[in-house]
Structures are given as C-alpha cells and as structure tokens.
C-alpha cells in the first residue's frame, strides 16, 4: 500500500474540521497549493445512477472524469495532473414524496437522584493589539487545582501538613473527589492513618464544598453540614441513597423517623445541592456537533443532500506560479522538489473531490434507504447494513465504513451520526418485514412511558405486545434494550410511580 493509498483511506475518515487541520498543514508544506473561498462553494448530493460535472466557471483546470472512491484509491494520481479544478461540486438528486413530516417526539434522562451538576468555564479575555501587547489582553483560566492552592497560602496550618495537602490536590478528579483510600495514601508517606484523615478533614474545609469527598454521600454531607442541616434525620437519608435512587419512600420514613411532608423537605434540599463541586473549575471545553451533511426538504418535496461548505476546505493548485517558478529554475534538484509538489498538490485536490464525491453518494442512499425515518421518525428506521450501501453505490463495504466513521448529518430531525442509520435487523412475526433494532428500542420507551401505575409493563408482557405488533423478539433482548434506554425494572417502576409523592 503506498503513502498516497494509505492517506486517501484517511481523508475517507476525516471528519471535515479534521480534514480542516490536515489540508492546513499540506497547504504549509506545498508552495503550490492555495486555500479557496469557501463561500462560492456549493456542494449538493449527487444523482442516484452519474456524476455531474462540477460547477463552471470556477477551478483552476478541466474537471475530471467520474470514478468511484475504490477506483479512485486504486489510482491516486488520477489524470490531468498538471490542471485540477478546486473542491467544488454540484449535484443533485431528490427523492419524491408528498407525505407531511411529523414533529419528532423528545425524551429526556435525568439522575436517578435528580441532582444537577453545577458547572462553571473558565473565563478568558480579548485584546486590541493597537493599544498593547497581545498577552496582556489575556486572562488566566482558573482550574481547580489553582483555586485550591490559592486558599492553601491563605489558612494557618503547618508546613507537612501543606505539603501532603498540595499533593493530596493533585490526586482530585475532574470532579473534586479523592478516589485513594485514606489507608494507601498513609503508606505513601510513612504515617498513620488518623494522621491522614486529619488532614483531609483540614482539605474539606476548602471551598467549593464537597471537595476531597471519598465519595456522594460523603460530598453531600460536607455541603449539609456546612449548611448547618446535618441532623440525624438527614445523615440517616445520606446514609440511604441506594432506597432514594430505588424511591423506597416507606423505608426511608421508617428508617429517618420523620413525616412524608419532612421526607420531601429532605429530599428537595439534597436534590439542590452539587454532586460535582470540582466541576465548577472544570477547563474542558464541550466542543459543538457540527455537521459534515445537510439533509433538507424542498417546497416540492424532494431531498436535498450537501456537504456543509462551511467547514469543507476548498484547495487550488496554483498552476500559474508553478509555471512561472519552472521557467526559472535550472537546478535539478529544484526542478525535482517542484515535480514533488506539483504531484502532491494534484493528488490532494482529486482526493478532496474524491472523498466530497464519496460522501455524497453516501449520504444520498441514506436518504433514499430510510426516507421513511426523515417522514414519519424512529419508529419507521428500516434495518440496514454497510453492504446494502456499499452494493447500491458500487463500493467495497470498508469504504463506506471509513466514510460513515466520525460524520455527522443535520436533518428535520436533529443532527445524527452517519453510523446511527445503520441498524440490526429484528425479525417479524409470520415472516414479515424485519424491524430496526432502532425502531424496537423506541417502540418498547413508548410502552413504558405510557403504562398507567397500576400496570407496570414486565419485561415478558412487553415480549406479548411487541409481537402483537409483529416484533419476534426474545425476553432478554427487551431487558437488554430496555436497560440500554437506562429506563428501570417493573419492580422499580412500580415503587417510583405509585410512590406518595
């Protein structure tokens, strides 16, 4: 496999700000290649059956021949290598249909305990380099640790005991919580164990409250007790959280010795507190899905497939100036160098229009095999694998895997993962059509969200329903689906819905 090969089966999997970060660095190395504007760039889904011309008028050179993505990884180099055109394309190729798209339904997880997780990013600052220096524009981003060591300079505690604090701040997770038993960190340090809790007691006294918590019920009685609301009845509740997640309302009014309006008190003050007080200095920034496809409706009724140009990079190789430098160039070993790039630049730009090509052609036939999905919603997602694609399109099935590896396609629906219209099939009662395991998952959330209180749905009674629905599954794959959705046992159910309140 040549390096060529080996980086084309690599752009397939790009997602585009990936790609973004990879043509970056070519167009850096190759004086002979020029980032395009992106806003003439119109890339549109390609016909079920041709490849259509790339949009006149723009480029740099002819534009090539049709050819699939296997073709084309076979022959890197392409033809034409001296005038490529720029990563440009039109296509289009609409699906008919009248039918009216539903509103899809959402649903919503939520802590067994209903806690929330407080978070907080760190702050940063802008700058006007007319007036100062760039870094003085700049503000430092507070983490955790330094909030910590910043109050650690300020309490009156001895020098050892400072020193296993700053090292017992460097042991915290993202969250705030120390996950070394009190026992190993003893043994660290050659001392006794009291001496050790001693002084995580001492760490506990730092704020965000909660931090160097061994683990929930210990964070949430330091922020009770700071609270000054740590009596025995909360202690007890705190000590119980397994029969709160499980609702076991009864128990924990026997074992807290305390009235149902006091119960719900409690619990209303627990679920305000923060379960990851570390999480209010947390730096990791949450990086948005944007997509790499957009699929969308026109007034008429037909789909639409584009690649998102926004994010797309758009390359040109620069024909007139490698003209130019040839004409002055004697030097072998400069005409050389010049060959290189110029092969390099033409095989980016047909990889480019290759892998845009390929996409396209993907995307489309998702539209086509599970328009019923972008029509009706999850309950109508037909199963479907990698060689159906593959087939339709021409392509060997590695190939559609690498492109549907790390895309993501904005729909009416919300934006979903190239990889998540790809489902197992279930098979049907009497031989009939197969169902997506998609589809059955949403089917059995239905059911339950559905069941009245005082008829929680089991497991096996879901198994008689899906098949009077035409669903031939077997007892285990619904618990397995059902506990996959994160949704709780009957028994569990039964507790939580017929709770007092």
């Known amino acids: 496999m040549t390096p060529q090969l080996q980086q084309a089966i690599k752009l397939l999997q790009y997602s585009n700000i990936d790609l973004v970060d990879f043509v970056t660095q070519e167009i850096e190395k190759n004086p002979l290649l020029e980032l395009g504007d992106n806003n003439q760039t119109n890339l549109k889904s390609s016909d079920e059956n041709s490849d259509p011309p790339l949009n006149e008028g723009e480029g740099t050179g002819d534009t090539p021949s049709p050819a699939t993505a296997d073709d084309y990884l076979n022959n890197p180099g392409g033809e034409n290598q001296n005038s490529d055109p720029p990563l440009d394309t039109n296509y289009e190729n609409d699906f008919n249909n009248d039918c009216v798209i539903d509103a899809v339904p959402s649903s919503a997880s939520s802590n067994d305990l209903g806690l929330s997780s407080k978070s907080m990013m760190g702050g940063g600052g802008s700058f006007d380099t007319s007036d100062f220096g760039m870094d003085l524009g700049l503000t430092e981003t507070i983490t955790l640790s330094n909030h910590l060591l910043a109050q650690l300079n300020l309490i009156t505690v001895n020098a050892n005991d400072k020193i296993l604090i700053r090292f017992l701040i460097g042991m915290l997770d993202e969250a705030g919580y120390l996950s070394e038993s009190s026992e190993l960190i003893a043994e660290r340090f050659g001392c006794d164990t009291d001496d050790i809790e001693r002084i995580i007691a001492i760490a506990q006294t730092l704020e965000p409250v909660g931090v160097f918590a061994r683990d929930l019920k210990e964070c949430l009685k330091l922020q009770q007790r700071n609270n000054d609301r740590l009596d025995p009845a909360m202690e ?10 499980h609702r076991d309302y009864p128990a924990l009014l026997r074992l807290c010795k305390v009235d149902t309006e006091d119960l719900k008190d409690m619990i209303e003050e627990i679920q305000a507190l923060n379960p990851r007080p570390g999480l209010t200095y947390n730096t990791t920034i949450s990086q948005t899905v944007i997509p790499d496809v957009f699929i969308r409706k026109t007034p008429k009724g037909t789909w639409i497939v584009e690649l998102n140009s926004e994010t797309l990079p758009r390359v040109l190789f620069n024909n007139s100036y490698l003209t130019e430098v040839k004409s002055h160039t004697r030097d072998k070993k400069d005409k050389d160098y010049l060959t290189d790039c110029a092969a390099s630049a033409s095989w980016l730009v047909k990889a480019l229009d290759q892998r845009a090509r390929t996409i396209l052609k993907v995307a489309s036939q998702l539209v086509k095999h599970q328009e019923n999905f972008f029509e009706k919603g999850v309950k109508h997602l037909k199963p479907l694998n990698l060689k159906t694609i593959a087939d339709a399109i021409e392509m060997h099935e590695s190939t559609v895997s690498r492109v549907t590896s790390n895309k993501f396609i904005s729909t009416n629906r919300g934006i979903f993962e190239m990889k998540y219209f790809f489902t197992t099939a279930i098979s049907a009662v009497e031989g ?6 998609e589809s059955v998952k949403y089917t059995i959330q239905e059911l339950i969200d559905g069941e009245e209180p005082k008829k929680i749905l089991s497991d096996d ?37 017929n709770a007092a309140f």
């Open 236 to 245: 007890m509740l705190l000590d119980n959280l397994e029969r709160l997640a």
């Open 432 to 437: 009939g059509e197969s169902h997506s395991s």
């Open 461 to 497: 009674k879901l198994v008689n329903i899906l098949k009077l629905k035409g669903v031939d599954i077997a007892r285990r794959t619904v618990a397995k689906y059902r506990e996959s959705l994160n949704i709780p046992s009957s028994i569990q159910r039964r507790r939580i819905k």
